[in-house]
């Protein structure tokens, strides 16, 4: 296999930066030292050896050479602005792992490789992403010393995370598990059993649906303020939110789903004489059932994103995540913004993974799942 | 016109539904009004010759009753004995309730003790003079109180316990007190429910009754008037659009061309959709306000955060386009010995033309809401959004309804512009 | 027009279906095309009847006829002395279609129960009908799989083997073997020729293919396109059992020639 000739010279640029180049502005200090300089040679073996092997093990390495000069500026600790050494070593190493990276999910597979490497080869890539998104985050925050009011480092939002997690899993019970779930449940039955009916009648399909196609462009939002008004400020307005916002998607999917049939099933059922309900649970039922998670999946988004912004536009008591980022931006606490805004994220990513792995184990038969069949 | 009678009957259907729902939300609010005693109107009633009140006096009776509903708090209230006047009076301990003392002192060595709106009875407490010692140590900040000659124990039925029984045959009367006389929004429910002052949801002529003014509230000078309101939303919507658009378009491109990016960033983009990104809305402004780019006098924070809602569905709709292609093409144009740039120019990019549009119009929505929400976290007076929650606080429920049927009707304009573009750039596809 | 009483030299038996002066129009935006024009048409008892023509020219409509899955535009057709829509409420025949029509959320085995669980089979018979169908068509171990992880032949071998699962008199196969490759088409051939004569069904069976028309029919009613006609039915009276050998018989090749030019008449 080649050598990774990008991933090579951005580690020569990371080694000139850890010998030559200041760390700082002000002051001497650089990055020289032995444990830098034996990152960046590995870093430089493993980029000329270029095979799957190396170049995994050259992502974690080059991860952690970003980081040193981070580490060294912020132990300095002199409010110094950086320098082009640390530029240098910090772009030279994540530079280094986004093109090692880069070279194990284009590796060939050959042909008897065991099923690890192949695991490997799919899971590696993505996962660097998120810590080369840190590091930048962190690199940029440290590098220009931007104060915490402006925009926080990747340590004040760990820090206030911890001290506050209390608060915030508080939040997100009021979030999730009040307004958003109770708000889920109603408005996914509810746009199920309107769909069902929509789908047996012509009349309804050529009068509702455009209606309920048109509501997909209508900002429901909005209308937080006026449930606000009818269910009063606390959560229950809210969940009112989640339910409107969570009917039209699950409707339209549904009237899809049950009636975007192949007309020859249909027939088959006919020329068995099925009765109509036979023909709903065996036929139309499993068909809708890909439409029906991809609105449940769809439904989990926007219901966290709306239970947001209702929460910024009923100002209620000041419980709930969406309260809690809207009040602390007000005040200037970013690191609390962000960390509520990783408890959230982390939350839906589950919810909707949760989605993903029942509608695998339910329509498993689907096409879409082929690749992954064998 | 056939085709619009059924979506005609369904939109008559649906507005007059607005009545029933006006109803369902708007009654209990009436009701809660009608219940609640604060909202009643009161009257003072004055005897010249006095009335007793229900209750016997039989020598260890302290429980009397006035004839009608009273009101707690009331100067008028006389209360006699015979002929001597009781007082009402309530009082404080004079030290604090900090929920570890039980001993309290208060000003008469005599009265009933009441803690926490609760008659406590003689077992509760031991009285040394006018210091009472709790049996049980009130717990932190409950009110207690001492009422040395009587208490108001329930006001809506005129109840009234006094501190010492009166002897038999005493007569325990009054010649003024006050009434809760009868609710203040009316007398029935209905009426009530008409005299609510913002109704949640507003009946549908209402709504229409407040269309003419509400449109000639602003003139066309004023950057409120509705008009230019939604130009201004449209506005930020559409740049947006274009922003989002653009950036979606070059990533999908991105990565198409380099496998490795999308492998990278794809579980990422799907993941990254359930982030609530509406949240950073406040922040985003405050960054950007620090390079001086300000809402109050550009559309970018709008345009930058629509772009950032709706540049999702764009990507992920775009790569679909761009690599949906019918392999057999492919193979047709590899026999050609195509190049790679001719392959995506001729086949993978006009291909993709209609996927874009349908992620852009997923996005519209979203770009809308984007926008919207901006505005209303801005305070330069312009825009629905800043419209809506201006109205919001002032109250003008029929006039957020108002508001809110334009900015659907917005969606759905924009929503159809993007069709029309569509069209335009993909005629080949039947929508 | 032609007369279609049942052919002199098969004994007189009674007749399953009876068409009579069958048109079909389709009528759509401002066009109509005539798929059956004046069809007429005897299927008596027991027959194994094939039609072939050139695409187009209303072979699946009329199949389609039969099985009510469409309405004529005018004539009269009837099934077992019913009406077709009666037939079809009596579960009087199965329906082969020209795609393999799998629900993609059963199994194999689940596919081919369809029916059954439809008609309330019991839990065990249903099984064991199934198992023994897929073992027949040769997929037996396959029955676990889903429709997606079988080839297109492999499909239409399922859709064969769910056809015959609920033991139908009458079986109305469009094309069933248009999918598969030739040496499985010989087989199935045989295997159909086989259960047509155990269970003496009566069948009427859609293909372009002449030597399978010739190798499996007792008749073959050429049809003729724009407007679809019935053009001419050839008795083919070569004896049955027939196996390999009568594929190279002359008279099979003589009778292959007769649809041939019958075909060609057509253009
Ligand atoms: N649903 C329909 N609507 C309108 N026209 C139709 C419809 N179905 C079939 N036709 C027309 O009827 C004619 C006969 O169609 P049919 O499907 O019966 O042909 P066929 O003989 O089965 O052809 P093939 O061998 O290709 O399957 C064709 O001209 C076709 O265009
Ligand atoms: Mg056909």
Redesign the interface.
């Known amino acids: 296999m080649k050598p990774i000739w990008t991933a090579f010279i951005a580690a020569l640029v990371a080694l000139l930066g850890i010998g030559l180049g200041p760390l700082a502005q002000e002051g001497s200090s650089t990055l020289l030292g032995f444990f830098p300089v034996l990152l960046a040679l590995l870093c430089l073996g493993l980029a000329l050896i270029g095979k799957l092997i190396p170049a995994t093990l050259a992502v974690p390495v080059a991860l952690i050479g970003a980081y040193l000069p981070i580490g060294k500026l912020s132990a300095l600790g002199n409010g110094s602005v950086a320098a082009w050494g640390y530029w240098a070593n910090f772009w030279g190493f994540l530079l280094v792992a986004f093109f090692a990276?880069?070279?194990v999910?284009?590796s060939e597979a050959d042909g008897n490789e065991e099923r690890a490497k192949k695991r490997l080869r799919?899971a590696l890539?993505?996962a660097?992403?998120?810590f080369i998104l840190l590091l930048i985050w962190q690199g940029l925050v440290i590098g220009f010393q931007v104060p915490k009011g402006?925009?926080p480092g990747v340590h004040h939002v760990y820090n206030q995370l911890a001290s506050s997690l209390g608060v915030l899993l508080t939040d997100s019970y009021i979030t999730f598990v009040k307004e958003v779930q109770f708000g889920f449940l109603i408005g996914v039955s509810a746009g199920f059993l309107v769909g069902i009916a929509i789908a047996y009648s012509r009349?309804?399909q050529?009068?509702?649906l455009?209606?309920a196609a048109?509501?997909?462009?209508?900002?429901i939002?909005?209308?937080a303020?006026?449930?606000?008004?009818?269910?009063g400020v606390d959560w229950q307005s809210k969940a009112a939110v989640v339910v409107i916002v969570t009917f039209f998607p699950v409707v339209l999917n549904t009237v899809q789903g049950l009636t975007q049939l192949?007309t020859?099933?249909l027939?088959?059922?006919?020329?068995?004489?099925?009765n109509p309900w036979?023909i709903f649970l065996?036929?139309r039922l499993?068909?809708a059932?890909p439409f029906l998670f991809n609105a449940l999946k769809l439904a989990?988004?926007l219901s966290?994103?709306s239970v947001?912004?209702a929460e910024?536009?009923i100002p209620g008591p000041p419980r709930g995540?969406?309260q809690r980022?809207?009040l602390s931006?007000?005040q200037?606490a970013?690191d609390t913004?962000?960390a509520?805004?990783f408890v959230?994220?982390l939350i839906?990513?589950t919810?909707?993974q949760l989605l993903s792995w029942l509608e695998r184990s339910l329509?498993g038969?689907?096409?879409s799942y082929?690749e992954e069949?064998h | 016109m056939k085709r619009f009678l059924p979506i005609l009957i369904v939109l008559v259907v649906l507005i007059l539904l607005g009545y029933p729902l006006a109803l369902l939300f708007g009654l209990p609010l009436a009701r809660r009004d009608m219940k609640d005693l604060r909202k009643w109107e009161k009257e003072t009633i004055s005897l010249s010759d006095g009335v007793a009140l229900a209750g016997q006096s039989d020598g260890s009776n302290t429980v009397f009753t006035y004839p009608r509903a009273i009101v707690e708090n009331d100067d008028s209230r006389t209360l006699f004995v015979n002929d001597s006047s009781l007082i009402y009076k309530a009082e404080r301990p004079e030290e604090r309730v900090d929920g570890e003392r039980a001993d309290f002192h208060f000003e008469s060595d005599h009265g009933l003790v009441v803690q926490d709106g609760v008659l406590l009875s003689d077992g509760d407490y031991v009285r040394e003079q006018n210091l009472i010692r709790f049996r049980q140590t009130p717990p932190r900040n409950a009110q207690l109180r001492q009422y040395p000659d009587y208490f108001v124990q329930d006001s809506e039925r005129g109840e009234v316990v006094l501190g010492a029984a009166p002897e038999t045959g005493a007569r325990v009367w009054t010649d003024s007190y006050t009434i809760y006389a009868r609710p203040a929004c009316g007398d029935t429910l209905m009426a009530c429910f008409f005299s609510l002052p913002q109704h949640p949801v507003p009946f549908p002529h209402w709504i229409a009754a407040r269309v003419v003014p509400f449109f000639q509230k602003f003139p066309l000078t004023d950057e409120r008037n509705i008009v230019r309101s939604t130009l201004y939303t449209s506005l930020g919507t559409l740049s947006s659009l274009a922003l989002g658009g653009a950036v979606g378009i070059i990533l999908a491109v991105l990565f198409v061309m380099f496998r490795p990016l999308e492998r990278a960033l794809l579980p990422w983009t799907i993941a990254s959709q359930t982030i609530p990104i509406i949240a950073l809305v406040p922040v985003l402004l405050l960054v950007l306000g620090n390079f001086g780019i300000t809402i109050q006098t550009s559309l970018l924070p709008t345009a930058i955060i629509g772009a950032y809602i709706c540049f999702f569905p764009v990507v992920v709709s775009t790569v679909k386009g761009l690599r949906a292609i019918d392999p057999l093409i492919l193979d047709l144009m590899k026999s050609y010995a195509a190049k790679p740039l001719e392959i995506f120019w001729k086949v993978r990019f006009p291909a993709a033309v209609p996927f874009f549009f349908t992620g852009l119009k997923l996005g519209t929505a979203a770009a809308l809401v984007g926008a919207l929400v901006a505005e209303t976290e801005s305070n330069n007076r312009r825009g629905l959004g800043f419209q809506i929650l201006g109205q919001v606080q002032s109250g003008n429920v029929a006039d957020v309804w108002i508001l809110l049927i334009i900015s659907g009707l917005l969606g759905v304009g924009l929503v159809a512009f993007v069709g029309l573009l569509q069209r335009l750039f993909a005629p080949w596809e039947r929508v | 027009m032609l007369d279609t009483q049942p052919n002199s030299k098969t004994v007189q038996i009674s007749d399953l279906i009876t068409i009579r002066d069958l048109n079909m129009i389709y009528r759509g935006r401002g066009s109509e095309t005539v798929a059956l024009k004046n069809a007429n048409l005897t299927v008596a008892e027991g027959e194994f009847i094939s039609l072939i023509g050139p695409s187009g020219c209303g072979k699946t409509t009329l199949l389609r006829i039969m099985a009510d899955l469409i309405q004529a535009t005018s004539g009269s057709i009837t099934i077992a002395g019913k009406s077709p829509r009666q037939a079809r409420l009596d579960r009087e025949y199965g329906y082969v279609f020209q795609a393999p029509a799998l629900l993609e959320w059963r199994s194999v085995l689940k596919n081919v129960i369809l029916p059954l669980e439809i008609m309330g089979f019991g839990k065990e018979e249903r099984e064991t009908r199934a198992k023994k169908l897929l073992e027949m068509v040769g997929l037996k171990q396959f029955h676990r799989q889903y429709p997606w992880q079988l080839s297109g032949g492999m499909q239409q071998r399922v859709s064969i083997a769910r056809a015959l699962a609920f033991d139908p008199s009458l079986l109305l196969m469009d094309e069933p073997f248009g999918a598969l490759d030739e040496i499985t088409r010989e087989a199935m051939n045989l295997e159909l020729l086989r259960i047509w004569e155990e269970t003496k069904k009566t069948i009427v069976f859609v293909t372009h293919s002449i030597p399978e028309a010739v190798f499996l029919s007792s008749r073959i009613v050429v049809m003729t396109p724009r407007p679809g006609k019935i053009e001419k039915i050839i008795p083919v009276d070569l004896p049955y059992p027939r196996n390999t050998d009568t594929r190279e018989s002359k008279a099979f090749f003589d009778l292959a020639t007769e649809v041939r030019e019958a075909l060609r008449d057509v253009h």
């Open positions: 990276a880069g070279r999910s284009l799919g890539p993505p660097t992403v998120p402006i925009f009349f309804l050529n009068g509702f455009p209606i048109a509501f997909g462009a209508v900002p939002v909005g209308l303020p006026v449930l606000g008004r009818a269910f192949d020859l099933k027939e088959l059922l006919k020329a068995y004489a099925a036979q065996k036929l499993p068909n059932l989990a988004v966290v994103i947001i912004v910024f536009l995540l969406g980022i809207s931006a007000r200037g970013y913004v962000f509520a805004i959230s994220s839906s990513i919810i909707y329509t038969w689907h096409p082929r069949g």
